[in-house]
């Protein structure tokens, strides 16, 4: 089975592949970037200003394969792709719980992403603690 998705919105960062981009966003709270929501999707972006951090699902465009073992930067093991974050993966999705710091009609003003200029966007949803902290372990 195939699964088509098109993009919502597109990131516009100042990562690039020769750029160091951290492994996770919230690694760089500061780094600023601009999710531009295309224009087809600007009444879906209605009431997002009311959240202080959104989750972006975005399509690692850039990745040429994967493998089903992946050693996570600064470990000295192996784990299964599937413990850990690669960017390598069947399906590249990245995931990101992103800071929201302002709307500006279908511009969003964001900090703290790992995503490179240009990344598209598949979704966005509101980040709500009661539900997105399970607490445990990680
Ligand atoms: C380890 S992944 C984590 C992505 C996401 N936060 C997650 O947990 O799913 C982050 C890395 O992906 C790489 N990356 C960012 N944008 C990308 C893109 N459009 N295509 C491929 N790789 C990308 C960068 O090297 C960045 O450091």
Redesign the pocket.
């Known amino acids: 089975m195939i699964i088509e998705y098109r993009p919502v919105g597109v990131f516009h960062s100042n990562?690039t592949p020769r750029a160091n981009?951290?492994?996770?966003?919230i690694l760089e709270p500061e780094n600023r970037a601009v999710i531009e929501v295309f224009d087809e999707f600007a009444e879906a972006v209605k009431d997002l200003d009311e959240c202080e951090y959104i989750i972006v699902l975005y399509h690692?465009?850039?990745?040429t394969g994967w493998h089903p073992i992946a050693t996570p930067p600064g470990s000295d093991r192996t784990f299964g792709l599937f413990a850990t974050?690669?960017?390598n993966r069947p399906n590249?999705i990245?995931?990101?719980i992103i800071k929201l710091n302002k709307v500006d009609g279908t511009k969003l003003m964001v900090s703290g992403v790992?995503?490179?200029e240009g990344?598209p966007v598949l979704d966005i949803k509101p980040w709500i603690s009661s539900i997105d902290c399970p607490g445990g372990k990680a």
């Open positions: 990562l981009a951290p492994r996770q966003g690692l465009n850039q990745t974050r690669s960017p590249p990245g995931f990101g790992d995503a490179f990344t």
